[in-house]
């Protein structure tokens, strides 16, 4: 990932035992090792891209890809030094391996990288959860493709029917745990702990379809596993409102930053701010250390003949009380002295009297009050916060860069912009004060829409990563969401008139989808329904609840008509089409 100019510059330092710096000095080089690696994986980058005197000058050594052999052999041994886990296992996990590697090489797949990683996700899954070994296989080896095709494949592939299970959540008061029941086997839960308070959180996961359940089952494996994660899926595929919830289910605090291509470092390292304003009208911004200095050198000044005039003045600064100093007084005061220079010259103090200015105009200065305030990740990752990235591919490569680090099993991060010691791991070895709080989690949402920016596949092989589809992928989804929308709040919709609502506009939900799909140029946009399309329409319904309950029969239709002309007839160019398309829709 190093530029040319980078490489280039590294050609001293390999080829010979002195170094030159920019300003022509020549240092010597201490006993010091520089180990460079290189991801080859892509062809992206090779020896041919890098200097020759760099390559001749350095020892170039290729690690292969270890054989079907190797591997087993790897997996065997890291089985071995697990009370959990057994040989049976190890074997299975390694047929599964080297058939989804034979099955992608085959099919010249190269989208997603596959490599021991995946073996290591496996293993601290196992040993951190409860969570049947099959449920994980699936959670590694297929939902971590992008396409809902792909990862049908890969299920058929395994052996594996598509994850159906229906998890159970709840909240224990008096052991502040959070459950989640993933099988029909009682003991089989898995434990978090959790101080929420908020009694209407059971609604929240009622209404989540089975794939986001199944997603806050894996959020929670890479929560209990200590592993940074990844959710990827389109537009309204919920990434965002899942990571949100698990927050909420653990009471933890999140720290949420929307990615764009403006975002810079700093929101990992911190930046340098003003202590206070200094052009505020009284300069409190100065430290006592800075008061007592600058009063001392106005005492100073004070007891210059040519300089009295102004510290007579009825608008002079009081030297004794810094509560009442002006920035305009210090200003006027510098002034002053500039226009007596001639006459100062003459003073046998004239060199005092010049350096005794320069350090009030240092102090004073808004260049010498600034400090470095650390980021909202810093604070997340010394006190335990959750922090979600949203929109990794919105955001610069740098961003991608350097969190890569925090991904996989022995996370850490060097934010060495910040200066010295903002090193963070998670090595109990390293002090305390560069250690990862237990508590700190790292998520990502990555939308791979064609057009957007692609994550470095480095980054996308360290991370456990899950594929959320979209949350109106079937008629069944799409009726779940609308159901537990219009039930959840107070003085609801009956439950029977929120199944009709729900299961008929699910219907038409699905209706505009096709044909948009079938018929793209009579619509405003490519694809103008999708899960939003859902949310807006569960939002009218609820504006209208309150009519349509005082008077069933006589209301009922306010909300479905809006919902009709507003969120689905609307995306029509052609008014003939669109009314054609009403009363099919009605029918």
């Given amino acids: 990932n190093s530029s040319e100019a980078l490489r280039n510059a590294f050609i001293p330092v390999f080829c010979h035992d ?63 030094n697990s009370e959990k886990l057994d040989e049976e296992e190890a074997n299975q996990l390694f047929s599964t391996y080297k058939k989804v590697r034979k099955y992608l090489k085959e099919e010249k797949y190269s989208s997603q990288p596959f490599s021991l990683n995946d073996i290591n996700k496996y293993i601290t899954f196992r040993e951190k959860t409860d969570v049947d070994k099959q449920i994980i296989t699936q959670m590694i080896f297929a939902y971590q493709f992008l396409s809902y ?52 959180i059971h609604y929240k996961v009622d209404s989540l379809t089975i794939p986001e359940k199944h997603c806050l089952v894996f959020l929670a494996c890479t929560y209990l596993a200590k592993r940074s994660c990844i959710i990827q899926g389109g537009t309204a595929s919920g990434k965002s409102h899942i990571v949100r919830l698990f927050a909420d289910l653990l009471g933890k605090k999140l720290i949420v930053y929307q990615m764009n291509m403006d975002c ?58 810094s509560t009442k100093w002006e920035p305009t007084q210090f200003m006027n005061l510098l002034d002053f002295v500039k226009i007596n220079d001639e006459n100062l010259k003459q003073n046998e103090n004239y060199n005092k009297i010049q350096n005794t200015v320069q350090l009030i105009k240092r102090k004073i200065s808004p260049l010498n009050h600034f400090e470095l305030k650390p980021s909202s990740f810093i604070d997340a990752m010394k006190n335990g916060y959750f922090v979600l990235i949203d929109g990794i591919e919105s955001a610069p490569v740098e961003i991608q860069e350097k969190i890569s680090s925090l991904f996989g099993d022995n996370p850490e991060i060097n934010l060495y912009e910040c200066g ?6 998670r090595d109990d070895s390293f002090p305390q004060e560069n250690q990862i709080h237990p508590d700190f989690h790292l998520f990502v949402t990555y939308n791979p829409n064609e057009n957007n920016q692609k994550i470095n596949k480095t980054l996308l092989s360290k991370a456990s990563t899950f594929t959320l589809p979209q949350i109106d992928e079937s008629i069944r989804n799409s009726a779940q969401l609308l159901f537990c929308s219009l039930t959840k709040q107070q003085n609801n919709y009956p439950n029977y008139l929120s199944n009709e609502i729900a299961s008929r506009f699910a219907i038409v939900h699905e209706a505009c989808k096709n044909k948009c799909e079938n018929d793209p140029n009579n619509f405003v946009w490519d694809y103008p329904y999708n899960g939003r399309t859902l949310i807006f329409l569960t939002k009218g319904f609820n504006f209208y609840r309150e009519s349509v309950l005082n008077s069933l029969s006589e209301n009922i239709y306010l909300p479905i008509v809006f919902g009709l002309n507003c969120f689905y007839s609307k995306s029509f160019t052609d008014e003939e089409k669109m009314n054609q398309f009403k009363l099919e829709l009605v029918e």
């Fill in 149 to 200: 095709e792909m990862i049908l494949k890969m299920l058929q592939l395994l052996r594996y029917e598509q994850m159906n299970f229906n998890p159970a959540f709840y909240i224990h008061p008096n052991s502040n745990k959070f459950l989640i029941q993933i099988s029909q086997n009682p003991h089989c839960l898995l434990h978090l702990s959790t101080s929420t308070v908020d009694k209407m």
């Fill in 420 to 425: 010295q010691g903002f090193f963070f791991t």
């Fill in 264 to 321: 810079s470092l700093s929101m990992l390292a911190g930046s340098y701010v003003l202590k206070k304003d200094p052009l505020n009208s009284n300069p409190n911004y100065l430290s006592n250390e800075d008061i007592a200095d600058i009063t001392q050198n106005l005492n100073f000044l004070n007891t210059i003949d040519l300089l009295q005039p102004y510290f007579q003045d009825i608008n002079h600064i009081q030297i004794n009380d």
């Fill in 18 to 80: 002195t170094s030159s710096l920019p300003n022509r000095t020549d240092i010597s080089l201490g006993d010091f090792k520089i180990i460079a690696i290189i991801n080859t994986q892509d062809n992206l980058v090779g020896k041919e891209s890098f200097p020759s005197s760099l390559i001749n000058s350095s020892i170039y050594y290729v690690v292969n890809n270890p054989k079907n052999k190797e591997i087993h052999h790897i997996i065997l041994e890291k089985f071995q």
